[in-house]
C-alpha cells in the first residue's frame, strides 16, 4: 500500500502548481536560475510527522498568491528544466517562507489527497465489482445448459477473487500521522480543491 501510494503522490506532484510552468507572473521570475545563496533553507521536519494548520495556511497563502501572478501572465519560452524556478517555490521565496518547509507540507498535503484518492478508487471499484457479480450470479441461475453455468462459474469466482483482494487494500491502514494530517488537513479541503482548481484554469 504504501509502494502504491508514493506512486500515486509522484503522479499528483507532476500536476501540481508550478511545475515547470512556462507561464510567469509579476514578481514569480520561473526562469531564473537557483544559485548556491538561493538552495541554502534548511528545514528539519518534526518526528512525528505532522503538519499544523498554520502550516497549512502558509501552504494556502503561497497558492493564492501563485494564482494571483499568473492571472493574466504571458506565455514565455521555457527555460531548462533543470534550473528553472517552479512559480510557487518562486512565490515562497518572495514572501521569505522557508522553502524547504514548504516543500515538506506540499509533500504530506499530495500524500493525503493520495490516500483519500485510492479510498475513493477502491471504493468505486467495489461497487462496480459487487455490481457485476450480482449480475453474473443472476445469469449464472438462468442459465440454460452446464456450458454456460460452467463459464459464468469461472468468471463469478475471477471476479470474487478481484474483490476479496480489493477489500484487502482497503482494509490496510495507513501510519498514524498521515491519518493525523488528513484530519489537520479536513477543514481546509474545499479552499484547497478551490485553490487548485483556480490554479488549473487556462
Not at 9 to 28: E, F, K, N, Q, R
Not at 33 to 53: F, N, W
Not at 172 to 180: G, K, N, Q, S
Request: charged share 30%; net charge neutral; glycine share 4%.
Amino acid at each position: 500500500m504504501r509502494c502504491h501510494l508514493s506512486r500515486v503522490v509522484a503522479v499528483l506532484a507532476t500536476v501540481c502548481v508550478g511545475c515547470g510552468s512556462p507561464d510567469t507572473g509579476p514578481g514569480i521570475p520561473t526562469s531564473a536560475p537557483l544559485s548556491r545563496a538561493e538552495t541554502r533553507d534548511v528545514y528539519r521536519p518534526p518526528a512525528d510527522g505532522r503538519v499544523t494548520a498554520a502550516q497549512v495556511e502558509t501552504y494556502l497563502s503561497i497558492l493564492d498568491r501563485v494564482r494571483l501572478d499568473l492571472r493574466g501572465a504571458r506565455p514565455t519560452p521555457a527555460g531548462d528544466p533543470l534550473t528553472t524556478v517552479p512559480a510557487d517555490v518562486a512565490a515562497a521565496r518572495a514572501r521569505g517562507v522557508n522553502v524547504e518547509e514548504f516543500l515538506w507540507v506540499k509533500e504530506r498535503v499530495l500524500e493525503a489527497d493520495a490516500v483519500a484518492m485510492t479510498a475513493r478508487l477502491n471504493a468505486s471499484a467495489l461497487a462496480l465489482l459487487e455490481k457485476t457479480l450480482g449480475d453474473l450470479k443472476a445469469r449464472r441461475a438462468d442459465a440454460a445448459d452446464e456450458g454456460s453455468q460452467k463459464l459464468l462459474a469461472e468468471q463469478t469466482a475471477q471476479f470474487e477473487a478481484e474483490a476479496e483482494r480489493v477489500r484487502r487494500e482497503s482494509k490496510l491502514r495507513e501510519p498514524d500521522f498521515v491519518r493525523a494530517n488528513m484530519k489537520t488537513l479536513e477543514p481546509f479541503r474545499a479552499r484547497l480543491a478551490a485553490a487548485q482548481e483556480a490554479l488549473e484554469k487556462p
